[in-house]
């Protein structure tokens, strides 16, 4: 059969637009196909590019002797085809590089541990802390925290410390160097005994965040009252608050005391020496005392002051405590006011070895506390011997006959 050089020219047309199209499929597949295998590295894409070249040559030198026209259509196929094979070669180049990419970020040099960095690096760096996150005890931290071990050795009781809200963690956060020591070489300066620190420290840890300046200015203020620094290291150690309290706060308790008792200044330091919490402790308690004295007990001014200024601690005694024993003294055992004054110490003594002696010494005929009278036992005598002592020489009884006549109490 005769095929005219048109029908030849048209069916080279559609042959090759049905070849290129197929190529051209093949080679998204492929090259999709390729991108999936990639991180075994093969040598893909150089396949596929001659693949694609045998495929397409193949085809049309079998339409060679069809025409003379064949070879005009074959260069017009390789002119469209050429830029398929620069995209396949682009991305044979492309994957070449990401590979030679990812050789280099293997052998990336890491920085020596012992080169300089700025600033700003520094303080971007975070370091994890070797500190439990929480804990409802100190027990984890006092190994690894400087402050919490130093503590323990200065005999802090860090067991009762935790059991007040927020003492804890305040602890933890402090720095011994910064915060700790500063103060703890301030108390010692101040003569503050080494062995009673941690008695201190325990009783009052907020002393470890007052400011330096404060407490010096403290210090000055009752030096200024001419308080020794020997009373004012007793003072410290016996209320470990003091310092803690304004100036204005210890020069308005010292004027109540003064004026309140009628007290001279040197008086006043004596009472505030001796029992330092006046200071520390609130005025409410102390004024009641004062009114139940003198409206209650019935004692004149001059009598309240010498029992003040003799056992202060009968201003923050407690008023029932207080009650209980002036009268049982005053009315049980009939002991005037003036003696009660002139023998204050036995409102601070306890109530029971009181009752006990008292109901002993009546039992045996001998409960005589009138000094006009003979076998006349003082009040002090009375309360503050030993049982022995009581026994052989006020009672004149054995201890074995004050024991015996415990037990029927």
């Known amino acids: 059969m005769h095929v005219c050089q048109r029908c030849v020219s048209f069916l080279l047309s559609r042959t090759l637009s049905a070849a290129l199209q197929q190529s051209t499929r093949a080679l998204h597949q492929r090259s999709h196909l390729m991108l999936l295998r990639h991180s075994t590295r093969q040598p ?6 001659q693949r694609h070249s045998r495929e397409t040559w193949r085809h049309f030198t079998d339409h060679q002797a069809a025409s003379p026209d064949v070879h005009n259509k074959i ?6 085809v050429v830029p398929l094979n620069s995209d396949v070669h682009r991305i044979s180049s492309q994957v070449s590089l990401s590979d030679s990419q990812s050789i280099d970020l293997d052998a990336v040099v890491r920085p020596s541990p012992l080169q300089e960095i700025s600033e700003e690096e520094a303080v971007q760096i975070q370091v994890p802390s070797a500190l439990p996150p929480e804990s409802s005890t100190l ?5 690894k925290s400087e402050t919490l071990s130093k503590l323990v050795q200065l005999g802090v009781n860090l067991w009762e410390l935790e059991q007040r ?7 933890v956060r402090l720095d011994f160097h910064a915060d700790v020591a500063p103060r703890l070489l301030f108390l010692k300066d101040l003569g503050v005994e080494e062995s009673k620190l941690g008695r201190l420290l325990t009783k009052n840890p907020f002393i470890l965040t007052e400011s330096l300046d404060n407490l010096e200015a403290r210090v000055a203020y009752l030096k200024s009252k001419k308080f020794s620094k020997q009373s004012v290291a007793a003072m410290v150690s016996k209320a ?4 803690n309290f304004s100036v204005e706060r210890l020069d308005n308790r010292l004027g109540f005391f003064q004026k309140q008792l009628g007290l001279s200044a040197e008086k006043t330091r004596d009472v505030v020496t001796r029992l ?5 402790a609130s005025l409410e308690p102390i004024k009641e005392n004062l009114k139940v004295c003198e409206l209650e007990f019935g004692f004149r001014g001059n009598e309240i002051q010498h029992i003040v200024t003799t056992v202060p601690k009968v201003l923050t005694t407690n008023k029932r405590k207080l009650t209980q024993i002036f009268d049982f003294v005053h009315n049980t055992m009939d002991v005037p006011h003036s003696l009660i004054a002139k023998f204050p110490q036995i409102l601070n003594a306890k109530f029971l070895r009181i009752r006990e002696r008292h109901l002993f010494l009546e039992y045996l005929g001998r409960a005589q506390y009138q000094p006009s009278q003979p076998n006349y036992i003082s009040l002090d005598r009375l309360v503050f011997l030993p049982d022995d ?4 020489e006020v009672a004149l009884a054995t201890l074995e006959d004050f024991e015996k006549f415990q037990k029927t109490l």
Do not use: I, W
Request: charged share 15%; glycine share 2%.
């Open 389 to 392: 002592v009581f026994c052989s």
């Open 240 to 243: 470990p608050y003091l310092l």
């Open 165 to 171: 809200p927020n003492v804890g963690s305040m602890l």
């Open 75 to 80: 260069d017009l196929a390789q002119k469209e």
């Open 276 to 280: 330092p919490r006046l200071l520390c």
């Open 139 to 143: 027990r984890p931290y006092v190994d």
């Open 44 to 49: 893909l894409v150089h396949t596929l590019s």
